[in-house]
């Protein structure tokens, strides 16, 4: 029986966990598409734009990715691929010619969100149980950090500014253009 991973924020999961048949690329490349999970080198890319949290042009990113840099073209088709996927929004600005520059859509707290949700739909049968024990075996967690966990989890926090809901009020978006004037991080 082959052995395959797959690998999801950073996670890697036996395979067996999820496939039941054998899916081609372009299948996964669709089923990615559609359901709105980011690959390894949109992650990287989108996590270059939460990072500088205002709208940037593709040079910039470029300049930004880890070595080994993909060839510029294809850091254009990625670009192009997290816009029809609903990640990125674009737009010219006046006297920069052909430059296009990308703000996020959607905030990084709200992916993690969404994709820790599929993760657990995904993986765990929609079980909250079953992943913990899953990363509780996985991560080799002793008992006392899971009781100081515990504790901590029954602290009572504060809402980071995602959790609220707080709007970004970016300078260096326009206020026209399709992107509009304040996103949701």
Known sequence: ???????????????????????TKRDMKTTNRREGILSKTEYDIMSIIWDINHSVSAREIYDLLPEPQPAYTTLANEMRMLYEKGFVDHFKKDGEGKTHHYIARIGKAEYVRKAMH?????????????MLSYFIREEEISEEELINFLHEMEAPSQPSPEEEGQISTNKNTPSSGGVGGGLIN
């Open 1 to 23: 029986m082959e052995k395959f991973f797959c690998f999801f924020l950073g996670f890697a999961f036996p395979s067996h966990l999820i496939l039941q048949q054998k899916q």
């Open 118 to 130: 599929d993760v657990k739909r995904t993986f765990f049968g929609g079980s909250l149980r079953s």
